[in-house]
């Protein structure tokens, strides 16, 4: 058993309220939670427990809500955060009602979901949490029993003593209500957790298998209207002026108005950055009393636009990025030794260039937000990634007080970085603001395409030097779109193993608008760093999995500490994939592919078989090895982890979007290519077993995929592909008469 | 507008509303059965799918002019308690992740089943082509068709 001291603020962690029902709810509360430097509110007594949303509710009858804070997306922490305050409460799992926590910032802190951190910053605090209730708990059970807290266990809810006597929660949460919170308590050792490692089912099953109003789009009030907006049809116009007539004489329709001053404040603050290309126009809205009316009355405007700034391409965007990577204008993120003096003194040089597309994120819930500004409040209801920025912008936006926006987060058909971006919440907030009424903001799937924070597309130059058998430096230039890889990516692998070692990023700013895309920028950088040290093996003619085991042997023991990898862990689960896929024991007609990256926090190896059926290269299997520590919830692990790893083959060889003009080639599903079933591989998850603290799953066994198909297929059609999507590459996909021995 | 009556789950409904209305919407907005879902509005991605006098079809891309009489089952209609087969293996597999889709994929595949209740993986990738799932849940939406096909068998 370990101790962990905490610090609560008595005030902060408890409250109190009776039902309406005649019952007891005690809500326990942790304002430190994910974020410990977050000061408590100075008076905390003048909340009352309708405005007080607590992580654990326990009724006098027993009954235990957990509130789960974060935004679900499909990632799982709706499930799994729970689990942790569960397993320190020390209560039934089954047994547990699990509801989704409103937009709270004075009693929670980081909802948020992104960056796949959810789970590893709320381990402590969270367990925590539940550790204290747990306590309190069985402090009034020991009072009544007048003996020793320590002479009590706890088991499912229920309170034991030497005596053979039992108290359940509920019986005494209202004592425990009246005592002074622990200092420190006491938190179970991995041994003993009963319920983190445990397969836990999605909570909202249910209600997912049976239509149950979840999402944000099914979400209605009365006396709701619906809202369609026609925006600019290209990046790099805005609107001139428009003709409604035969919209507003349209069945449903009840009036078309133009908006986009509030959201032109919001850029002009820097509130909110990426929204600036997309705000500099005004927007025509649509307002039907239903959704098909409004997106067929937005049909029937026809608006006039003029360009305001470079209508781009691909072709030109394509030159502006490998003009960069060729000009001498970079940012250096990381330099370890002389690169230059080394490559003077190679042996041999590597250099290899790769290139990937712009891609959009298609949640298969287009964007959408419910809005109702009155002068009482602002209610803001729908899914976004991050609740707390959209109502502090939309309060900026607005003018108004944050105390007057209330924010419901619902479950969201997909996130994987779009809803991190609040446009949608702007808009529906500027709309309702307007017309004074309750409306839903639906975008169709072409306005979600077109409309879009896109991931951008990058470009990576990668140099090698090789001397005496060695690898003697590593230059990786990076030329994106409108930014450049951030924080500690620079110092990934294989950051530290070489010594001379440099990383240069540049950027082309455009006016097309983009942000983060499930695994930001390592999604593509995993692609080319994994195909160039296969490239680099070949080169050397060393072993490709010794030539990376040896590397990380020279990371041991460093002391730099902007490296965050574990070389120990990297290379554990290189070889445990080596021997989880067969590797170099295949039968003929089997080729394998190998990556391993690092990213959130995770580390993770991957082994693609590649077979040939009908004289196609076919990805048949995806082994993947995951190291993210303790696995809380392994049902829903292994369910993010095959999502990731398909989602990573699917974009790897499909996704494409690509622009002309200033407008993208592809409107919908029709011409945007989707992985779909048929197309996918089996994918053979292995979780490493250890006591480390755990780490997000949500992104990293992404960024590899796309690297293990490549060396995979490498090694079935004896081609290299460099560029993403494979599929636009036909004639690499033929395989020679005479099969490579991969 | 045009009064339209048709059968959904079983109960007469009367709605008025545009002959060029699909289906889709009429269920979301005005029958407030919400769980069939708008995915992309042009048959492609399958998250509106219904059954439609017993076969499988997208709701975005149907008007409500062409339902006529035929019968009309939503997933809030395919079980009375949850428990379809197709539910229950859903259930058992834990298929889903963001859940948006998965109405359409049960939809189509419990249709699929009525007619192929002992189908090949082949036939099962066939059938489920036209459903996206956007987080790649497949491999469990694979798995919980062929469990879901033990159920029925």
């Known amino acids: ?742 | 507008m045009a009064k339209y009556d048709i059968k959904v789950n079983g109960v007469s409904k009367s709605v008025d509303v545009a002959e060029d209305t699909p289906l889709l919407w009429v269920l979301r907005d005005h029958l407030d059965l919400v769980g069939t879902k708008y995915g992309c509005g042009i048959a492609q991605c399958g998250a509106c799918t219904v059954h439609l006098g017993g076969n499988a079809i997208r709701s975005c891309s149907l008007t409500i002019a062409s339902v006529g009489s035929q019968e009309i089952t939503t997933i809030e209609g395919l079980s009375e308690d949850g428990n379809h087969p197709v539910q229950q293996a859903w259930r058992e597999v834990d298929v889903p992740q963001c859940g948006y889709c998965q109405a359409g994929q049960i939809m189509t595949a419990s249709a699929f089943l009525d007619k192929n209740p002992n189908p090949t993986s082949g036939e099962i990738n066939t059938a489920m082509h036209g459903n996206i799932c956007r987080c790649a849940s497949y491999t469990r939406i694979h798995r919980a068709v062929e469990i879901a096909a033990t159920k029925l068998g």
């Open chain 1, 1 to 742: 058993m370990s101790t962990s001291s905490i610090t609560f603020n008595r005030r902060s962690f408890i409250r109190t309220s009776s039902l309406a029902s005649g019952g007891l709810l005690i809500g326990f509360n942790l304002f430190t939670a994910c974020k410990p430097k977050v000061q408590p509110p100075v008076d905390i007594s003048q909340l009352n427990f309708n405005d007080f949303n607590a992580f654990i509710k326990i009724a006098d009858n027993g009954a235990v809500t957990i509130f789960s804070p974060n935004p679900e997306i499909g990632q799982g922490v709706k499930t799994a955060m729970p689990m942790l305050i569960a397993e320190e409460l020390d209560v039934a799992w089954d047994k547990v009602y699990v509801q989704q926590g409103i937009l709270d910032t004075e009693n929670y802190t980081r909802q948020l979901a992104g960056g796949s951190q959810s789970i590893r910053l709320g381990w402590e605090p969270l367990r925590q949490t539940g550790a204290t209730a747990r306590q309190m708990l069985v402090n009034a059970a020991a009072m009544k029993w007048g003996i020793d807290p320590s002479e009590c266990t706890t088991s499912d809810g229920v309170i034991s003593n030497s005596q053979g006597e039992t108290l359940g929660y509920g019986d005494v949460v209202k004592e425990a209500a009246a005592l002074e919170v622990p200092e420190s308590v006491t938190l179970k050792t991995p041994n003993n957790f009963k319920i983190i490692g445990t397969d836990a089912t999605n909570v909202d099953m249910d209600k997912i298998i049976t239509g149950k109003p979840l999402f944000g789009l099914d979400y209605k009030v009365d006396g709701m209207v619906y809202a369609s907006v026609l925006r600019p049809p290209a990046f790099g116009k805005i609107l001139d002026s428009y003709d409604d007539a035969k919209a507003k004489a349209m069945p449903g329709v009840i009036d078309v108005i133009r908006i986009g001053e509030k959201a032109k404040e919001l850029s002009k603050e820097g509130i909110a950055n990426w929204t600036v290309a997309m705000s500099k126009s005004d927007k025509v809205v649509v307002i039907a009393k239903s959704t098909w009316e409004a997106l067929k009355g937005k049909e029937a405007i026809s608006a006039q636009w003029v360009e305001d700034s470079t209508l781009e391409s691909t072709e030109y965007q394509d030159k502006k990025l490998l003009g960069l990577l060729d000009g001498k204008e970079f940012k250096t993120l990381r330099k370890d030794g002389d690169i230059n003096k080394a490559f003077v003194k190679a042996d041999k040089i590597l250099e290899r260039t790769y290139e990937s597309p712009f891609l959009p994120h298609n949640c298969m819930e287009p964007m959408n937000f419910f809005a109702n500004v009155t002068e009482e409040k602002i209610h803001l209801v729908g899914p976004v990634q991050t609740p707390e920025f959209a109502a502090s912008a939309v309060a900026g936006m607005l003018g108004r007080d944050i105390k007057d926006v209330h924010l419901e987060m619902t479950r969201m058909g997909g996130g994987f970085g779009r809803r991190l971006y609040g446009d949608f919440v702007y808009e529906a907030a500027e709309i309702s603001n307007a017309i004074n009424k309750p409306v839903k903001l639906v975008f169709s799937r072409e306005d979600d395409m077109n409309a879009g924070t896109y991931r951008p597309a990058i470009k990576y130059r990668i140099k090698a030097a090789i001397k005496d058998g060695q690898v003697t430096a590593y230059y990786l230039k990076e030329a994106a779109i409108n930014g450049n890889m951030y924080g500690l990516i620079p110092n990934f692998f294989p950051a530290g193993a070489i010594e001379n070692y440099q990383v240069d990023v540049a950027n082309h700013q455009s006016n097309i608008t983009t942000g983060a895309w499930r695994a930001p920028y390592t999604n593509f950088l995993a692609f080319a760093e994994q195909s160039f040290f296969d490239e680099l093996a070949e080169t050397m003619e060393v072993d490709r999995i010794q030539l990376r085991l040896d590397l990380l042997e020279k990371v041991k023991g460093t002391t730099d500490e902007r490296i965050e990898y574990s070389p120990e862990r990297m290379q554990n689960v290189i070889k445990v994939a080596v021997d989880k896929s067969g590797w170099g024991k295949k039968e003929e007609g089997v080729f394998q592919g190998f990556a391993a990256y690092y990213c959130h926090n995770s580390h993770v190896a991957e082994v693609a078989d590649v077979e040939i059926e009908n004289g196609k290269p076919i990805v048949k299997k995806v082994t993947c090895v995951v190291d993210c520590g303790i696995v809380v919830n392994p049902l829903g692990a292994i369910n993010q982890i095959e999502g990731g790893v398909i989602d990573g083959v699917g974009h790897a060889m499909y996704g494409d979007l690509t622009f002309l003009e200033g407008k993208p080639h592809s409107q919908n599903f029709d011409k945007y290519r989707l992985i779909r079933m048929g197309e996918i591989p089996l994918v053979e998850s292995h979780l490493i077993q250890n006591d480390l603290a755990p780490t997000g799953l949500g992104e990293p066994t992404l960024p590899p995929a796309g690297a293990a198909v490549a060396n995979a297929l490498k090694a079935a059609t004896g081609n290299r592909f460099t560029q993403q999507p494979f599929s636009k590459f036909p004639e690499l996909m033929q395989v020679p008469t005479k099969p490579i021995i991969g």
